[in-house]
């Protein structure tokens, strides 16, 4: 039950705001003077505050009322605190509000307005606390995480990259096929460092072979190595790159470019371990863990009959989704600050520029925005402008925000579901959110 204290000498007030108060269910305490209100406050937990604004018999000018505001700020920095003042001090409430008061009601009081006023704060700070318990938790995961695993210097703070993390250091003990699929630029190389990096084999070698960059007939023999005049050029023998990785890790980029004969090669060595060179009959055996990677969509270019669908249940026995950054906006800052180092800052325009821009080229394209900005930016303050994004303003504060049911829920799970936090990522007011909920048919939690 929702405790709040009312400071106020009188108690004809003070009786009246009780009874109403009892109505909403929440408690009631009165204390008539400041200091009494504040020993109050030192002696339990109160949910907010109601204070007059003069205590002394004949004083009209509100500078007592001011005084305790700001001790009871001093003292509980997130208690909310609701003025109650004459007409005649409506100045120096507005002046308040602005110190952190969170509202003001004119004497004599209305009384929807009131309830209105403190059952709207009494939910903030409700969710307020679920946030804060939920970072606690987030952030215990986190350390735990990081002492866990190698992370290789990953930077991140959103739970949808964390939930990556964790599945990608978990997988990596296993010796299984791992393919790692997102958008271009998300950081996927980086996740399969990760793999590596927390893998049995994190001592073996590290072999990566791009199948985007070759010609077809020349990734056969970088994959499976080729005898000497196994094709035009091929003047020595070389070994591939399954050869290489033996005991240790190969890292297939763009798995998607690989062309139909290597697809039907590639299944055998990892259902066998086996392979020949090419221009050889003399089989070879290898124990390499195989992490792939691609930004296609494979199982449209199965149907498309462009990859095997065979090969691609092999692969992708277990699958690590990286989410587009957009998609996991908390990482957004921490990246941009350390891709622009320390001595930099960020002004609160290019935090907000950072925040709405929608990042079709992922973490490489933040990384180059970041690096021309720290070229570009004379001083120490990277501002908006430095940042030189286009497609911005598609939100400016107060306009009709276009979203989907897919963004709403999103957003509403990376909050926990405290909708206050959904509704200001998504920079609609709660009671927008609500709306567009109802209009989804999103159930409305708890
Ligand atoms: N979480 C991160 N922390 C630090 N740097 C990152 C992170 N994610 C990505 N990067 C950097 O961003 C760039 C792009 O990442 P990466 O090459 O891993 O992406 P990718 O998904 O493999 O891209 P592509 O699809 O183009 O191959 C790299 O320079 C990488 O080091
Ligand atoms: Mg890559």
Redesign the pocket.
Known sequence: MSLILVIDDNAGVAQALDLLFSLEGWRTLHAESPEQGLTMLASQHVDLVVQDMNFTADTTSGEEGVALFRDIRARYPDLPVILMTAWTHLHSAVELVKAGACDYLAKPWDDHKLVASIANLLELGQANRQLQQVRVRERRERESLAQRSDLC????DDPA?ERVLTLATQVARSDLPIL?T????????????IVRANSLVRNGPFVTL?CGALPADLIEAELFGAEAGAYTGANKAREGKFEAADGGTLFL??IGNLPGPGQMKLLRVLETGRFARLGSNRERQVKVRVIS???ADLPAMIRQGSFREDLYYRLNVLELR?PPLADRPR?ILP?AR??LGPGKQLAEGAIHALKQYSWPG???E??NVMARAGLLTQGDTVQAVDLGLRDLGARTPGEEIELDRESIEAAIQRAHGVIAQAAAELGLSRQALYRRMDRFGIPRAK
């Not at 210097?153 to 991140?156: A, S």
């Open positions: 210097g990953f930077v991140y990259t790692i997102g958008p271009n630029g998300a950081g996927k190389e980086r996740i399969a460092e791009n980029d763009e990677a691609t930004n990286l990482d990246l350390s891709f992922n973490v490489r933040l990384k």
